[in-house]
């Protein structure tokens, strides 16, 4: 599958130039392509790279380029790659909206495209388990593919949980786990896992996926709610009281989930299906200072 499907390659090209931001201050022993914050003792020099706009040009070597007529970066070894991991919820909920599901791989695989792209160490899994359970890749020669094969998953088809599989498949050694989920879960649940992720000593960003009907339902009558994963189904009266008091709930648990990745080192940020891939990967995540 061609990669120009997605918005065209306009959109790749600055993803190119963003880095994911951790706070932690533990980082892989593997040299990438990130700067340290500072040099550190030693500029003992590596290797290079092609130059990319928003690189330091006094870092270009001429000599480099008076051979090959291409613009190269040195590259030292204080320069480090971090390892993140990325948790894609392929549950039923996640597939039954369309629009939900078609951001949700659009963020996952766009993220692990920044990851890759700027040398970090890439884990990706989708839960429940589905056709692509986990993947392992170092380096940008494999940031298109990866990037393709996420746009491309099918969900698992399993009526499960996220949290529980999350749980099991949290990996030790990460510095960055990003969970993109709808957080259509117990709060207990969803606390157990952060928890865990908190305990490893791991930067955690919980990106909630809710679709438009969801966020702000526009229902009347009678009708008859099917939950996606159990198969339940409870018949009811739509009115504006029924739908006031689901918002209220609907906000209590976005507190909550806030309140929890807070006590345990994350960040929180709500999303609805219908904000466009560009905002968030441009706007809000870099304003909030998780990517650069």
Known sequence: MAVSMHKGGG????????????KTKKRGAHKG???????????EFSDFRLYQPGDDVRQIDWNVFGRTQKHYIKRFLDEQEISAAVYLDTSSSMQSIDQKW???????ASLCY??????DRLYFASLP??????????GANYSKQVYAEILQLEGAGINEGY??????????????????????EPLSVLESAMKRIGAMKQDFWLLQILAKEEAEPNYSGDIRLIDSESSTSVNVSMNPVIVDGYKKRLEEHGRQLEAACRKYGGQFVPITADTDIQTILLRILPGK???N
């Open 11 to 22: 959109l790749l090209s600055r993803l190119q130039k963003k880095r994911l931001q951790v």
């Open 289 to 291: 200072g998780m990517l």
């Open 163 to 184: 949290s529980d599989h999350l749980s099991r498949a949290l990996q030790k050694n990460q510095q960055l786990s990003i969970l993109i989920t709808d957080t259509m």
């Open 129 to 138: 388990s589905g056709s692509k359970a986990s993947l392992r890749r170092k």
């Open 114 to 119: 920044i990851a890759l792209s700027g040398g």
């Open 102 to 108: 078609k951001l949700a791989k659009e963020l996952a």
């Open 33 to 43: 392509t990130r700067q340290s914050s500072g040099f550190g003792s030693s500029l």
